[in-house]
């Protein structure tokens, strides 16, 4: 699957990628304040853009099909 193409998935597949990333973000976001070092920050805050991206990606496509 395309990373961008969200189509294929069915409704209840996509809230269920929408539920895991944002408890990764969650994860993530706790992981960086329990972390010191400029590297461990960078690698974190990226992790943290890309499953942002990710979720922002798969919640539009569940909002476009609630449009239809």
Same mark, same amino acid.
């Given at each position: 699957?395309?990373?961008?193409?969200?189509?294929?998935? @069915?409704?209840?597949?996509?809230?269920? %990628? $929408? *539920?895991?990333?944002? =408890?990764?973000?969650?994860? &993530?976001?706790?992981?960086?304040?329990?972390?010191?070092?400029?590297? @461990?920050?960078?690698?974190?805050?990226? %992790? $943290? *853009?890309?499953?942002? =991206?990710?979720?922002?990606? &798969?919640?539009?496509?569940?909002?476009?099909?609630?449009?239809?």
């Amino acid at each position: 699957m395309n990373m961008n193409d969200y189509s294929i998935l @069915s409704l209840p597949e996509l809230n269920d %990628r $929408i *539920a895991i990333l944002r =408890d990764n973000i969650r994860q &993530l976001t706790e992981q960086a304040t329990g972390s010191s070092g400029a590297a @461990s920050e960078e690698r974190t805050a990226e %992790r $943290i *853009a890309q499953q942002q =991206d990710e979720l922002d990606a &798969l919640i539009k496509e569940r909002d476009s099909r609630a449009r239809k």
